[in-house]
């Protein structure tokens, strides 16, 4: 790992401003970037420590929650307003990482971690379009069975990594973001780029930017959540498909229905077609399955992903089956 | 070059032909050796709190924890596996939670209170999760078991050693090459059934 300069900071101004030098990175958990450091696929030569900034808070109320984008992954997980008002998000970060990762990564952090493709994480292969603009994708003919096969392009197919952004992007959330330029809110599904051309773009963040909240909308009357992870072992794994679910069922027929996908997808990514045809479909197997096909739609195959397809929708189906049930 | 990574080369020179976990680890020593100094490192004072006493060092802002508690303290029992965060054994506790001393600053760990395995045992007595693992033989190697002990240890505090399905979701941190899982598994229901001291 390259040397850097580690500043603490005492104010949120004062890690904004110190992260005007260039070739910085801010440091919360450190779970993400350090790998990557030690990988040499980040080479910052000045770190910036949030630790200590007062965005260590979780408040729950009818009027939705607001998750500090400090709070380490394990602290969201046991907190028990959210667990009962968002099952979705303590289900989906308890399928995240490690017992010791999520007792040190942190909620904003989580939702800017990088992806898992290989290729993007060995410095030693020299075609990356995200590590290294215009030098290629080695995993568009290469090694592609854990690759996207929603919004790809012909110059990345990476996935997002994170199961947080798939359960936060199916109930809507937004992210608070600072910068020298004050306050904003993005939607969680308006924060992440498809990768077109610029795959080295992932967020809109502008630089120098941070997530300092997430903000999530009160559930809908009588609405349950779920998350479905599906890999490769049974923990301490990263999806091959991931389904979060939200939805309410008024006297046996469904009444409103908001569904992510993970492991499937460039970026955490909504299937509004089955959200559409679930809607007034009686809770029975046949109607769910037969809605959850249209997941399929829009889906894009590389050599060795194809199984993710059927996958997915099987996925989806029995989400939903969990969550009616 | 920092004088820990150098301790660190000799080290694994001397012990590189001894198995697969230390040419795991050799990796990422090398890789290092081959960047240039970018810039002149800026060294950091730290006093680390490791099981009850206080170490003051000057590190690197780049010297993980576990390099620290290694090289600096000359505390080898918390053991450098995959240096990523993946296998658990440079498992520690900080603060009381259990982390990757890999993936940790040590210069972020100013007044923070550390315990490795060193610390567990008490008054010449072991830990009963360290009695536990000789009594049911978790280990083979044993190069993994201060990590899944540390890890054991902070499960059956946290309330998690619920049933068998339980503890091994809550131990899917620890990697064992040896397969050991059984019995670790037998040695942590030992511990959490007995409400002795955990």
Same mark, same amino acid.
């Given at each position: 790992?390259?040397?850097?300069?580690?500043?603490?900071?005492?104010?949120?101004?004062?890690?904004?401003?110190?992260?005007?030098?260039?070739?910085?990175?801010?440091?919360?958990?450190?779970?993400?970037?350090?790998?990557? *450091?030690?990988?040499?696929?980040?080479?910052?030569?000045?770190?910036?420590? &949030?630790?200590?900034?007062?965005?260590?808070?979780?408040?729950?109320?009818?009027?939705?929650?607001?998750?500090?984008? &400090?709070?380490? *992954?394990?602290?969201?997980?046991?907190?028990?307003?959210?667990?009962?008002?968002?099952?979705?998000?303590?289900? %989906?970060?308890?399928?995240?990482?490690?017992?010791?990762?999520?007792? *040190?990564?942190?909620?904003?952090?989580?939702?800017?971690?990088?992806?898992?493709?290989?290729?993007?994480?060995?410095?030693?292969?020299?075609?990356?379009?995200? +590590?290294?603009?215009?030098?290629?994708?080695?995993?568009?003919?290469?090694?592609?069975?854990?690759?996207?096969?929603?919004?790809? #392009?012909?110059?990345?197919?990476?996935?997002?990594?994170?199961?947080?952004?798939?359960?936060?992007?199916? &109930?809507?959330?937004?992210?608070?973001?600072?910068?020298?330029?004050?306050?904003?809110?993005?939607?969680?599904?308006? &924060?992440?780029?498809?990768?077109?051309?610029?795959?080295?773009?992932?967020?809109?963040?502008?630089?120098?930017?941070?997530?300092?909240?997430?903000?999530?909308?009160?559930?809908?009357?009588?609405?349950?959540?779920?998350? $479905?992870?599906? +890999?490769?072992?049974?923990?301490?794994?990263?999806?091959?498909? #991931?389904?979060?679910?939200?939805?309410?069922?008024?006297?046996?027929?469904?009444?409103?229905?908001?569904?992510?996908?993970?492991?499937?997808?460039?970026?955490?990514?909504?299937?509004?077609?089955?959200?559409?045809?679930?809607?007034?479909?009686?809770?029975?197997?046949?109607? $769910?399955?037969?809605?959850?096909?249209?997941?399929?739609?829009?889906?894009?195959?590389?050599?060795?992903?194809?199984?993710?397809?059927?996958? *997915?929708?099987? %996925?989806?189906?029995? %989400?939903?089956?969990?969550?009616? %049930? | 070059?920092?004088?820990?990574?150098?301790?660190?080369?000799?080290?694994?020179?001397?012990?590189?032909?001894?198995?697969?976990?230390?040419?795991?680890?050799?990796?990422?020593?090398?890789?290092?050796?081959?960047?240039?100094?970018?810039?002149?490192?800026?060294?950091?004072?730290?006093?680390?709190?490791?099981?009850?006493?206080?170490?003051?060092?000057?590190?690197?802002?780049?010297?993980?924890?576990?390099?620290?508690?290694?090289?600096?303290?000359?505390?080898?029992?918390?053991?450098?596996?995959?240096?990523?965060? /993946?296998?658990?054994?440079?498992?520690?506790?900080?603060?009381?939670?259990?982390?990757? /001393?890999?993936?940790?600053?040590?210069?972020?760990?100013?007044?923070?209170?550390?315990?490795?395995?060193?610390?567990?045992?008490?008054?010449?007595?072991?830990?009963?999760?360290?009695?536990?693992?000789?009594?049911?033989?978790?280990?083979?190697?044993?190069?993994?078991?201060?990590?899944?002990?540390?890890?054991?240890?902070?499960?059956?505090?946290?309330?998690?050693?619920? /049933?068998?399905?339980?503890?091994?979701?809550?131990?899917?941190?620890?990697?064992?090459?040896?397969?050991?899982?059984?019995?670790?598994?037998?040695?942590?229901?030992?511990?959490?059934?007995?409400?002795?001291?955990?």
């Amino acid at each position: 790992m390259q040397n850097f300069t580690l500043a603490d900071t005492a104010s949120l101004d004062a890690a904004l401003a110190a992260a005007q030098q260039t070739d910085t990175k801010f440091i919360a958990g450190g779970t993400d970037l350090l790998q990557l *450091m030690k990988d040499e696929v980040e080479r910052p030569q000045h770190l910036v420590d &949030l630790d200590g900034l007062p965005f260590d808070q979780v408040t729950t109320s009818d009027d939705g929650a607001r998750i500090g984008a &400090l709070v380490k *992954m394990s602290d969201l997980a046991d907190n028990p307003d959210l667990r009962r008002r968002y099952p979705v998000i303590a289900e %989906a970060l308890l399928a995240s990482a490690s017992p010791q990762v999520r007792n *040190m990564a942190t909620i904003g952090g989580n939702l800017l971690q990088r992806t898992r493709c290989g290729y993007f994480r060995d410095p030693g292969v020299a075609a990356c379009n995200k +590590r290294r603009p215009g030098s290629g994708c080695s995993a568009i003919l290469g090694f592609n069975r854990l690759h996207a096969v929603l919004g790809g #392009s012909d110059y990345c197919i990476a996935t997002h990594p994170s199961d947080l952004a798939v359960a936060l992007s199916a &109930l809507d959330a937004a992210v608070e973001l600072r910068g020298s330029d004050g306050v904003r809110s993005v939607p969680i599904n308006e &924060l992440y780029l498809l990768p077109g051309d610029t795959p080295e773009r992932e967020t809109v963040l502008n630089p120098g930017e941070i997530i300092t909240a997430v903000l999530v909308p009160p559930p809908a009357t009588g609405e349950r959540s779920h998350y $479905l992870k599906l +890999r490769d072992r049974a923990s301490f794994e990263f999806a091959l498909v #991931s389904v979060a679910v939200a939805v309410a069922v008024d006297d046996g027929r469904i009444r409103s229905a908001r569904i992510a996908v993970g492991g499937v997808g460039t970026k955490p990514w909504r299937l509004p077609n089955v959200e559409a045809a679930l809607v007034g479909l009686p809770v029975n197997r046949d109607a $769910l399955v037969e809605a959850a096909a249209h997941a399929a739609e829009g889906a894009r195959p590389t050599r060795e992903n194809a199984f993710k397809i059927p996958l *997915m929708q099987r %996925a989806v189906a029995r %989400a939903l089956a969990t969550v009616t %049930a | 070059m920092s004088e820990l990574e150098v301790s660190r080369r000799r080290f694994l020179g001397v012990s590189m032909a001894t198995g697969g976990l230390a040419a795991t680890a050799t990796r990422a020593a090398v890789a290092q050796t081959t960047t240039p100094p970018v810039r002149t490192p800026e060294m950091t004072d730290v006093t680390l709190d490791v099981n009850g006493r206080r170490h003051a060092l000057t590190v690197e802002p780049r010297t993980t924890l576990l390099d620290a508690l290694r090289e600096g303290l000359r505390l080898t029992g918390t053991k450098k596996g995959c240096d990523r965060g /993946s296998c658990g054994a440079c498992t520690v506790h900080v603060d009381g939670a259990r982390v990757l /001393s890999c993936l940790t600053l040590a210069a972020r760990c100013q007044d923070k209170s550390i315990t490795t395995i060193e610390g567990l045992a008490s008054k010449g007595e072991l830990h009963p999760m360290q009695a536990a693992f000789l009594a049911r033989d978790g280990l083979q190697c044993g190069y993994c078991t201060p990590g899944q002990i540390m890890s054991a240890v902070a499960l059956v505090e946290e309330g998690r050693a619920v /049933s068998d399905d339980a503890i091994r979701e809550w131990m899917s941190g620890n990697i064992c090459r040896c397969g050991a899982y059984p019995h670790i598994l037998a040695a942590i229901k030992d511990v959490a059934g007995s409400g002795s001291r955990s």
